[in-house]
């Protein structure tokens, strides 16, 4: 199930670079100026300007509106005009959808930091588009997920619950078909109804099914009310959820010892340090798509340095770059080689990257 990155894959790689100093690349960065979703935009504009800015790259910003019916074809005009080597950002399918082909056209490939669809991918695949993922995609996180399960708590009862929501049904759904496949059958499979006070009930039950293993589709809040009332009930629950436990923790605080599956903080990346240091000297807090859109500029501008009169499209699929979010490369299918969601536990005010072990 798991993203594997072979030294013989390694060796046949046409293309492999160690850090490269940017040229001049012309970098377009599509986010929200306004709206909803501006400040996640705000994060997205101001890594990236910290970037060029130690890059020597040129910038060419561009808003991003997030409604179905928006002009995206606007976008890739822009970006055609402004001669863009590539772009980066587009928080937004809708966006994306309506840009790409006539980006595809232009040869100008984009570097998506937030869509997950896998139909959008298969969509850019089979037309050609020259869409690049900088995310997790759909069913990362099932993946990780199943993988923890089978490796760590293989002996473990384990229970699956979701709080009915699409995004709580697919991802259990998804993780019982992968660790049933291997053998492994859950001991309680349930729905609960979220946003209550307490959970007892299901605590309850979950204890009398004998689950110790509690994988939950669903927020922190329910995640972190069902670790309380387990508490109370001093049944020995393990919870471990999947990104939306990165969320604020309030008002149930999350007890230590909960884990989720999530996107690490790049910040406390080795590779990050300087980034992250600059960008506070800017006055930015180094969080959400800060990173990643730092990353994001300094890829293209590895890319346009080591591909000379090499299309970028054909560059970025066959080079591994360094960056601040950690070494980066791109399969044939222009996801992530690796799956980028791990292993995370909550400690005092912040979740960690740990290995922790089964016993």
Request: charge should be negative; hydrophobic fraction near 45%; charged fraction near 20%.
């Amino acid at each position: 199930m798991s993203r594997t990155w072979s030294l013989a894959a390694t060796v046949a790689l046409p293309l492999l670079f160690p850090p490269l100093a940017a040229s001049a690349a012309t970098i377009g960065v599509v986010a929200p100026t306004s709206g909803p979703y501006a400040l996640l935009g705000a994060q997205v504009t101001a890594g990236a300007r910290a970037a060029a800015d130690a890059t020597g790259d040129t910038l060419v910003e561009i808003g991003e509106d997030c409604e179905a019916d928006a002009p995206a074809a606007g976008v890739a005009q822009r970006l055609v005009e402004a001669d863009a080597d590539a772009a980066i950002g587009f928080l937004c399918g809708e966006t994306l959808t309506g840009a790409l082909p006539q980006l595809a056209t232009a040869g100008i490939p984009v570097i998506t930091l937030s869509v997950r669809s896998n139909i959008l991918m298969e969509d850019a695949l089979r037309e050609d588009w020259p869409l690049f993922r900088l995310s997790p995609a759909d069913g990362d996180e099932a993946e990780r997920i199943s993988e923890i399960i089978l490796e760590r708590w293989s002996a473990e009862p384990i229970a699956l619950i979701d709080d009915g929501t699409i995004y709580g049904r697919e991802l259990t759904s998804s993780i019982r078909r992968q660790i049933e496949s291997s053998g492994l059958t859950p001991v309680f499979v349930d729905t609960y109804r979220p946003g209550q006070e307490q959970q007892l009930a299901l605590v309850r039950r979950l204890a009398q099914a004998g689950a110790r293993r509690i994988i939950v589709g669903g927020d922190r809040n329910d995640a972190a009310v069902i670790a309380r009332d387990a508490a109370q009930e001093n049944v020995p629950l393990q919870i471990l959820g999947g990104d939306t436990m990165r969320a604020a923790d309030r008002p149930v605080p999350l007890p230590d010892g909960a884990m989720a599956v999530a996107l690490p903080d790049y910040s406390a990346l080795p590779s990050a340090a300087d980034a992250a240091t600059t960008l506070r000297g800017r006055g930015v807090v180094p969080e959400g798509y800060a990173l990643p859109a730092y990353a994001a500029v300094q890829i293209v501008g590895q890319a346009v340095s080591a591909g000379g009169s090499q299309p970028l499209t054909e560059v970025l699929p066959a080079t591994q770059f360094q960056s601040a979010i950690g070494p980066v490369d791109f399969d044939e299918r222009h996801e992530l080689t690796r799956n980028p969601l791990r292993l995370q536990e909550w400690r005092g005010d912040r979740f960690v990257a740990v290995d922790v072990p089964t016993e």
